[in-house]
């Protein structure tokens, strides 16, 4: 008797039994565990336009920069597929037709022809860090291949090719591999270059084209004719460049600032940065053994910083620490203060650029301050004291002001000053506070753009900024540079701050551990790079904003009296005496009033250091609606006595 459903039953048997491997596939597939996916890339900093300024090695010293997605100039993905797995868009992880080609290969010519490897197994390779010299080896990057497949996309995969692929030596990752080989992002690539990245990973050590230049330019020529691109005539780079390296010393503080930060992105310009780097460089060179040099280059309008440079070179060389920057040591700032101590004055009403100071000896208490080439000079006026750099009437103003006044300034400009003795004194004047090139760039910043925080005064900045161009430049220098120059006690700091309408410029000389440079002064040494720097920053110094309208801009003569000469400004015998706002009072905001008993007449009435009335030979003066806000008001008698009355307007 014939059994017609036999056959039917073993075809189901068959079907039934496929199934249950595809099944077990299924599954065995399903229980592999990855390879972390996630590794580790090199901490960047990069400029203000993207530009990649520092990358930091990772584990063992390798370079493997974070390759981003769309990052990669599709000639290179295309070529790559097109040469090591044609198929790759279609397969699932292991191409079947290339492996059977490569045994057949193997097994007819006796040894290895091709790998037979697809992109996902190559990945899977990298990832596990494993050969492909055994049987075992090759069934585990299958097997992962097909997992890798069924969980990430093939962009993912190959994605993750392009960061792990070896280009010789510690280089990994293609990012890594345009800027060693080529020196630029992989955005853009001619067929050569995609053609040499493809070529290297396969035998990264044997075909390093700074080591073995003839087997890298022949891999490379056998890409370009597998996938029936132009032979190049180009020969392949000989040498590996060194990874961008700018800035080094902003790199490392950001760094240790913000460890687990990934991506620093700064406001510095690759361009302005690479340009002072190497005028340090050039200027350091003529220097005696360990002198060192440091640069800054701000733009005052916005705050930002274009250029850091802490040494000439970040390397202990010619005896000189350059791994220390020397744009955040504190050091003694020398006469670089004074500006901002004629600034104050000029905002509280003490003294104008044409009121006369006396440069004479004087002792204050027990200090008693020479001036730097020991001759005095007489009666001045504020600006010829600046512009000469005298000591005795900054000092005078400074004791005037108050010395904490003068800190707290700084403190409120956003500087940090340090004090060696804790407590500041009239020393301060002249340097006797711990203070970095970056704490002076930021406070010149704020004197050049006259936004002060409300501190000094618009026109009081302005004032001194007037001054400070009128300082004869260097020879064959341009003039209109608003700078100072400052050598601290013993030589052994040189400065040259100076700003534009547009940027301000800091220049340090000296040695890092703080013993004397013989003969070092700013304005011999630090300013001929201050202005060799600003010639190097642009074409032409951007002008000085016009004087706000509030600025007195007379000779001294035509001062009001108690501005013509500074004297003793305080409220002794019969001066005058401010009866109404007393000092503290809340006011309305309306016309103010001032009512002034005593004093010798006429009176001048100043608010916030601007003078708003003058020759007044009433007692009671009406000044007009103060600003919302704190304010103070000061009464000046014929005599140059004062009384001061600080109050609060509210609206």
């Known amino acids: 008797m014939k059994r017609p459903h036999r056959p039917l039953f073993a075809l189901a048997g068959a079907m039934l039994a496929v199934a249950s491997l595809r099944d077990a596939w299924d599954a065995w597939v399903d229980r592999t565990v990855l390879p972390t996916t996630l590794a580790e890339t090199s901490v960047e900093m990069r400029d203000r336009h993207g530009h990649l300024m520092r990358a930091f090695a990772v584990e063992d010293g390798r370079i493997r920069l974070a390759v981003p997605r769309g990052g990669v100039d599709p000639r290179l993905t295309d070529m790559l597929i097109a040469y090591e797995d044609k198929r790759f868009r279609t397969h699932n992880g292991v191409d079947g037709r290339a492996m059977v080609r490569a045994v057949g290969q193997a097994f007819w010519s006796g040894h290895v022809v091709s790998g037979g490897s697809t992109l996902t197994m190559q990945v899977a390779r990298l990832l596990e860090n494993s050969g492909t010299g055994s049987i075992k080896g090759k069934l585990r990057q299958m097997r992962v291949a097909w997992a890798l497949e069924r969980r990430l996309s093939k962009d ?186 004629y600034a104050l004055a000029f905002d509280r009403g003490l003294a104008h650029p044409e009121t006369v100071l006396a440069d004479r000896p004087t002792r204050f208490g027990r200090y008693a301050p020479q001036n730097f080439d020991g001759v005095f000079r007489g009666d001045v006026t504020a600006r010829q004291a ?88 260097p020879p064959g220098a341009p003039s209109g540079l608003a700078y100072k120059t400052g050598t601290s006690y013993g030589h052994r700091d040189a400065w040259a701050i100076g700003f534009d309408g547009r940027h301000v410029i800091g220049v340090w000389m000296g040695r890092p551990d703080g013993t004397p440079v013989p003969g070092a002064f700013g304005g011999a040494h630090a300013a001929p790079i201050l202005f060799e720097a600003f010639g190097r920053l642009k074409p032409q110094l951007t002008p000085a904003p016009p004087p706000p309208p509030d600025t007195l801009l007379l000779a001294t003569g035509d001062l009001p009296l108690p501005l013509q000469r500074f004297g003793a400004r305080m409220n002794t015998g019969d001066g005058p005496e401010m009866v109404f706002p007393p000092d503290g009072a809340r006011l309305a905001q309306r016309d103010a009033v001032v009512k002034v008993a005593g004093g010798a007449l006429p009176l001048t009435v100043l608010v916030n250091g601007a003078v708003v009335a003058t020759g007044a030979r009433d007692r009671q003066i009406t000044i007009g609606a103060l600003d919302t806000g704190f304010s103070e008001i000061a009464v000046i008698d014929a005599s140059g006595r004062s009384t001061r009355a600080a109050v609060e307007v509210r609206p």
């Open 156 to 341: 993912d995969i190959l994605h993750l090719y392009l960061q792990h692929a070896p280009y010789g030596g510690r280089i990994e990752g293609v990012r890594s591999a345009t800027f060693t080989w080529f020196g630029k992002e992989p955005t853009r690539l001619t067929e050569a270059e995609a053609a040499l990245l493809v070529a290297l990973p396969q035998a990264p050590e044997a075909r390093r084209p700074d080591r073995h230049p003839n087997a890298a330019q022949a891999a490379r020529d056998r890409v370009l004719a597998r996938v029936g691109a132009d032979p190049s005539h180009t020969r392949v780079p000989t040498q590996a460049r060194a990874l961008p390296r700018f800035a080094p010393h902003h790199a490392d503080a950001l760094r240790a600032a913000g460890s687990d930060t990934q991506r620093f992105d700064t406001t510095l310009s690759m361009r302005v940065q690479k340009s002072m780097s190497n005028l340090v460089q050039l200027h350091a060179a003529g220097q005696a053994r360990g002198v060192s040099l440091a640069l800054m280059v701000m733009d005052h309008q916005s705050g930002e910083v274009l250029a850091r440079v802490g040494a000439p070179h970040y390397a202990d060389t010619g005896g000189t620490p350059g791994f220390i920057d020397m744009t955040r040591a504190k050091r003694s700032p020398g006469s670089t203060l004074k500006p901002l101590i």
């Open 386 to 473: 600046l512009t000469l750099s005298l000591n005795i009437p900054p000092v005078a103003l400074a004791e005037a002001l108050g010395p904490e006044r003068l800190m707290a300034a700084l403190r409120a400009l956003g500087a940090e000053p340090k004090l060696p003795g804790g407590q500041a004194g009239l020393a301060v004047a002249l340097g006797g506070v711990g203070l970095s090139l970056e704490d002076l760039v930021t406070v010149y910043g704020h004197l050049a753009s006259g936004r002060t925080k409300t501190l000094i005064a618009p026109r009081a900045a302005w004032q001194v900024g007037d001054v400070l161009r009128g300082i004869a430049p």
